[in-house]
């Protein structure tokens, strides 16, 4: 792994762009078939560690970005005394600061006594709170919750979000448990949380992730502020993904498939890149399939599929089903609500084939990591693969889809709508008021002022004769003649931070020449932010 990394550097960006499909690279039988387990996807020799893998990525992108960052610094230092210091920031930024493990009983409904296993990681403090998910999976490890906090810090470097990574999972399947047994496990992680101070506020902020939802970010915030912060006023903040009554926002069930669908737009409309890929600009006659139909498969799907996009095929755990002709996702969301299932949707066929290597011109994997590995990259027909999950993308596939020239929309920017729109709760719990509240009468009573005003000019101009002058408003004005919600709001501030920072990764991109290679072009930028916050605030011990 290490060796193609330095390899690809040495490389540099030109040979990203001439990148063919005539690999050398040895062919691998492909074990997956979308059956049982995402699992069955990976090839044993292509499974890296999760946490090094990220930290191979980050070496790349910190071998890239040192030189300009010791240029850069505007100190008294020498030359040696600069590199120095560059190098022991990187030093910092890269491993996880803390982990914890924690194991408590759980009374089962049936009398029994078990064990829960969990874990929190935070990869760093160099911004607070603390942000990241909470997933109940059997798949769930150390090294897994260091590996997604790691990338929690970088993803939200990436588009700006002034929170440090962290991440949590209990390894237990949600679906061997009662309601009553889920809200046990819930609360007292809470509490093993809070006894350690891995929760608060302006500490550390969970949100929801794979098998939770807003039910359980509500008894993780009932709990929190029942016990420990029964006297802070800003006890709710000390989590996101909440219901609305418990001081949730709205937008932030879809944000992280909205993100997605935004991310995508934001390269699918530019046209260099796309000419690159051979295609046109734009979602029109474009096609795409999602492996994961869960949140974020769903959301992705509602909003391609409203732009224009047809959704071809969907992989899930128990099956896949394919339409060359198109899957409209309400049906598809109503059948699955109704059956539990997607297998057997009446409007699509089964597939026997893996969802991964579909014909297609976007691929979505939206379920587990390592996913895309050597062993299945060669197969991929998709000229985009849009990383949707955390880490789907082995760096040996990488490597692959970059000599292939398929553009991968890489994870720590992609899927960071989430993240975004739960700094957009967390503010609105500190501040206690919904967004909108405070000006939306004003701005209403404005822009009907604004029409009046219009009409009195044409009048006095041209003056009344027939009778008044109608100043009509178009259709898009009259929708938005009352004033931003707060999902408007929401929507308007996910799509505005999405787009900025596709920006800031095409000209990271350009700047070092990387090509296709987003992946890089993210690292680097998020290298950069991090770096400047460590070099700027100073170290307190050393």
Request: glycine share 10%; with cysteine.
């Amino acid at each position: 792994m290490y060796r193609y990394l330095g390899e690809l550097l040495s490389r540099g960006g030109g040979a990203l762009a001439a990148g063919s499909a005539d690999s050398a690279l040895p062919t691998t039988t492909v074990l997956f078939r979308a059956r049982r387990h995402y699992s069955e996807a990976v090839e044993r020799e292509d499974d890296p560690n999760f946490f090094k893998m990220v930290e191979g990525f980050f070496d790349r992108g910190a071998s890239i970005v040192e030189d300009k960052l010791v240029e850069d610094l505007r100190t008294r230092e020498t030359e040696e005394q600069k590199r120095h210091r560059v190098r022991g920031i990187l030093r910092i930024i890269k491993p996880c600061n803390h982990v914890l493990s924690v194991n408590f009983p759980l009374k089962r409904d049936n009398g029994e006594w078990e064990m829960i296993e969990g874990y929190r990681a935070q990869h760093s403090q160099h911004r607070t709170p603390c942000k990241g998910g909470i997933r109940y999976s059997t798949e769930v490890s150390v090294d897994e919750v260091k590996a997604l906090a790691s990338l929690m810090t970088y993803k939200c470097a990436v588009v700006d979000v002034p929170f440090g990574g962290a991440k949590a999972g209990v390894k237990i399947n949600t679906r061997n448990y009662t309601d009553n047994e889920l809200e046990k496990i819930t609360r007292r992680f809470t509490i093993e949380l809070a006894k350690k101070g891995f929760i608060g506020p302006g500490i550390d902020v969970p949100a929801p992730d794979m098998s939770t939802g807003e039910r359980e970010m509500s008894w993780i915030a009932d709990t929190y502020a029942n016990t420990i912060g029964h006297t802070d006023i800003n006890a709710h903040a000390c989590v996101t993904g909440k219901p609305i009554s418990q001081g949730g926002i709205h937008g932030r069930i879809s944000a992280t498939g909205r993100g997605v669908f935004h991310g995508i737009e934001n390269f699918i409309n530019e046209a260099s890149y796309m000419s690159i890929l051979g295609m046109t600009p734009g979602f029109g006659d474009k096609t795409f399939v999602i492996q994961g139909f869960g949140n974020v498969g769903l959301h992705s799907m509602r909003y391609l599929h409203r732009f224009g996009a047809k959704c071809v095929g969907i992989g899930e755990i128990d099956g896949t089903i394919w339409n060359s002709d198109g899957i409209d996702p309400k049906e598809l969301e109503d059948y699955k609500l109704q059956h539990g299932t997607i297998v057997g949707f009446p409007k699509a066929q089964p597939y026997d084939g893996s969802i991964l290597e579909a014909d297609c011109d976007i691929l979505i994997p939206a379920a587990s990591e390592k996913q895309l590995t050597k062993a299945n990259a060669l197969k991929v027909k998709a000229k985009i693969v849009a990383e949707g999950a955390n880490g789907p993308t082995t760096p040996e596939a990488d490597k692959i889809f970059l000599e292939r020239n398929i553009l991968v929309i890489p994870d720590l920017y992609l899927n960071a709508g989430g993240v975004t729109v739960s700094y957009f709760e967390w503010l609105k719990n500190l501040n206690h008021v919904s967004y909108g509240r405070l000006t939306f009468k004003y701005e209403r009573d404005s822009n009907y002022h604004l029409l009046m005003s219009v009409q009195e000019s044409l009048e006095r101009k041209f003056g009344k004769h027939g009778g008044a002058i109608p100043v009509v408003p178009t259709a898009e004005f009259q929708a938005r003649i009352s004033g931003a919600s707060e999902k408007d709001i929401v929507h308007s501030g996910l799509a505005y931070t999405m787009e900025r920072s596709a920006r800031q990764i095409m000209r990271t991109a350009m700047k070092y020449n990387l090509g296709l290679d987003l992946r890089t072009a993210a690292y680097v930028n998020a290298i950069e932010k991090v770096f400047k916050v460590y070099n700027e605030a100073g170290l307190t011990f050393t």
